[in-house]
């Protein structure tokens, strides 16, 4: 399994920095505005029939608005500006784009000091600028930061038994933050984020639920009390998508494909997925897609500019699983109040599709999310849907 793992990784990578590094350049415009959403998934948002496994999350999110760290020789406008701010120098550290252009620059640099000419007295001769490089050897970063405050909720299929049996999905629920950190060029995206909070009885995900079916007169479920022990998470997530350039451009902003690659490394997620994401509408922009909480799919933020855009949405993605708390329980025993025994399965498929609306400031999508068994005894996939309206503020 560490060598499914490692290899997921090593071709996910590989594949967005092919498209990263051979993309044409194109300096496109930073996004002014910051965003604000609230999403929330539920699998009753597609079968009301239906509630065990994964059966709720919400999120409410911001995100700042872009900051413009040009390139070497970037064209000065209104949107890339001389100097680098301070944010989008602190913020590209953490883009493999911003390290990869930091190593170019250095070198290019270094060559520059070693043959640059000196004159009669021994002073270095001012460059001709006729002779400076006409081509950009990468281009002109935008970065942002922003938080999300999140919690998940998770029950078994038998909801009303006080022990659920050994063999079901265990309870549980966690309640985060994650702080990211977004960096993209023309037709690739990058994300670095992490969470931090808690799982167990301190995370109130029985309390929430029992607010909701209250509040829509439906049955509390019955066996809270053997959920996960209260723990400590911290987790990181890494993940990569790029627009393919020729079929924006070919299709004249009808059409995107996007190849990704997301990777989870901590105490509560471990896993690594590829992904291949279809976008199909009107006035689409590079790497945007509507947000999710729990899929292992690639969500950037908006960057549309224009008055109105709506797309529909279709993706598959394979995931290598190395860790789940809420299957596998705490990290250390005992790992949850009652006896639990679930083989967990390797590897895990997800396929998403919905729709996509954004007119002036503000935007909505409907996501729908089905993945494949998680776990041995589990009785079929799993489906749930996600809800989403923001503004740009």
């Known amino acids: 399994m560490k ?18 590094l051979g993309g044409e350049i194109l300096y496109a415009e930073s996004r002014t505005r910051a965003l604000l959403w609230l999403d929330y998934e539920n699998d009753a948002n597609f079968n009301s029939r239906v509630d065990k496994y994964y059966t709720a999350g919400v ?20 949107n890339t ?13 953490f883009s493999a784009q911003g390290l990869i252009a930091l190593a170019k620059s250095r070198k290019t640099s270094a060559q520059q000091s070693t043959n640059t000419p000196t004159n ?5 001769d ?14 002109a970063l935008f970065s942002a930061f922003g938080m999300a405050i999140t919690q998940e909720m998770y029950a078994p299929k038998d909801r009303f038994s006080p022990i659920p049996k050994a063999h079901d999905h265990p309870y549980g629920g ?38 909701i079916h209250d509040l829509t007169n439906n049955a509390r479920l019955a066996g809270w009390d053997t959920q996960l022990r209260n723990e400590f998470i911290a987790n990181l997530s890494y993940g990569i998508s790029a627009s393919i350039p020729q079929a924006l451009r070919y299709s004249a902003h009808w059409l995107d494909l996007m190849p990704q690659f997301s990777l989870a490394l901590g105490n509560a997620r471990i896993h690594a997925q590829t992904s291949l994401l279809l976008r199909l509408g009107y006035h689409l922009y590079a790497n945007n897609a509507p947000y999710l909480i729990n899929s292992g799919f690639i969500t950037p933020p908006s960057t549309n500019s224009s008055s109105f855009s709506f797309y529909g949405f279709a993706g ?4 290598v699983v190395g860790r789940n708390i809420f299957l596998q329980g705490n990290t250390f025993a005992p790992h949850f109040a009652t006896p639990h025994s679930i083989d967990v399965l390797p590897v895990v ?33 799993v489906s749930f849907a996600g809800i989403t309206l923001g503004s740009k503020i």
Request: charged share 20%; with cysteine; aromatic share 14%.
């Open 3 to 20: 060598q499914d793992f490692a290899r997921a990784l090593g071709h996910g990578i590989c594949a967005c920095l092919i498209i990263a």
């Open 59 to 78: 999120s409410l999110g911001f995100v700042s608005k872009e900051f413009v760290s040009p390139s070497a020789c970037a064209p000065s406008t209104s």
């Open 81 to 93: 500006p001389e100097s680098t701010s301070r944010t989008a120098r602190f913020l590209r550290v």
């Open 120 to 124: 009669a007295r021994g002073k270095t």
């Open 126 to 139: 001012a460059p001709d600028s006729s002779q400076a490089p006409t081509l950009c050897s990468s281009p």
């Open 174 to 211: 966690a309640l985060y933050a994650r702080f990211f950190a977004f960096n993209r060029s023309a037709y690739v995206f990058e994300s670095l984020g992490i969470d931090l909070g808690l799982v167990g009885k301190a995370a109130l995900a029985k309390q929430t639920q029992d607010f």
């Open 316 to 319: 598959v993605g394979v995931r």
């Open 349 to 381: 498929g997800e396929f998403v599709w919905g729709l996509a609306l954004e007119y002036r400031r503000f935007f909505c999508s409907y996501a729908v999310v089905h993945r494949s068994k998680e776990f041995a005894t589990q009785d079929g996939f």
